[in-house]
């Protein structure tokens, strides 16, 4: 029996809508599972391009409808549409994404990001913060948790035996204690905690390389410190066809790689590839899951 996959439209002033449709509309999507569109009750009544609260709070109200199905076995798995983190915070709700409300709707004490792609996976210890603020919320804790989560989910997409690396904060992985000590100071040390538990892990790594050896097969996915860190070199490597997964939920939930592109929205130039993906991946992890 194939899956039922919820599918979000996001925030219904942006491409999501669009997108949604044309997606459960694939040929590939239908041989797969079978999508349904999760929307607010009038979508097109929402002007497209146009941020508003309204929107926001409509986006939040789907999302939340899709996880209460999800958990109850309703539907299999959910993949979502792009939402927009100002119109999240014009309807007066406080998280910054999918990411952490999922974590609040569920119930996850620890969740994490994780972007995939045929060439590249990568996923991330620090998500939705200023460059600022990154290097006190890099803690043992949190690395060591992101190894972990990354490492336990892998089976689930097919790598029985993870090669993980993990990159570091600073230019050339900090030169031992040259620029920044927090690869001494705290990754070095999670690492280490990790390769006792059996966790094949390396690291930390400068940066600037670490990317290129994954995607020449040396790793199976890295770790990165911050969002632009991980983000941009996978969206060099398969814009459109990358997918944004949550770990440590209690359900399946992926998304699109892209954001809701207010400029192109209800103009019939929004591409669905990366939310054929999206829906296509949930598929397999409910069935690889369940």
Not at 88 to 99: D, K, M, S, V, Y
Not at 228 to 245: C, E, H, M, T
Request: with cysteine.
């Amino acid at each position: 029996m194939k899956p039922r996959i919820a599918v979000t439209v996001g925030d219904p002033a942006g491409i999501g809508p669009e997108i949604a449709l044309a997606a459960c509309a694939d040929q590939r999507v239908k041989a797969a599972c079978v999508p349904g569109v999760y929307a607010p009750p009038d979508v097109d009544r929402y002007r497209r391009g146009v941020l508003s609260g309204e929107a926001g709070r409509a986006a939040y109200d789907v999302i939340v409808k899709a996880v209460a199905d999800a958990r109850v076995g309703r539907v299999a798995a959910i993949a979502t549409g792009p939402v927009n983190k100002q119109a999240f915070a014009l309807a007066g709700l406080p998280w910054r994404g999918h990411t952490d409300l999922l974590a609040h709707l569920t119930g996850a004490p620890e969740v994490v990001m994780l972007f995939y792609s045929p060439s590249l996976i990568v996923s991330l210890v620090t998500v939705h913060l200023a460059l600022a603020e990154v290097p006190s919320a890099l803690t043992f804790e949190r690395v060591r948790s992101v190894v972990r989560l990354t490492a336990r989910a892998m089976p689930r997409f097919g790598i029985a035996r993870p090669r993980i690396a993990v990159a570091g904060l600073n230019p050339h992985a900090g030169e031992q204690g040259l620029m920044g000590d927090e690869e001494e100071r705290v990754i070095r040390p999670a690492i280490a905690a990790c390769r006792d538990e059996g966790i094949d892990v390396h690291g930390p790594d400068p940066a600037d390389t670490l990317f290129v050896r994954a995607s020449r097969g040396e790793f199976d996915a890295v770790v990165a410190c911050y969002h632009d860190q991980g983000l941009i070199p996978v969206k060099l490597a398969a814009f459109g066809r990358s997918v944004n997964v949550t770990l440590g939920l209690p359900i399946v939930r992926t998304s699109v790689d892209h954001g809701t592109a207010f400029d192109i929205a209800g103009r019939g130039l929004a591409d669905p590839g990366s939310m054929i993906e999206a829906i296509l991946l949930a598929s397999k992890l409910a069935a690889r899951t369940g």
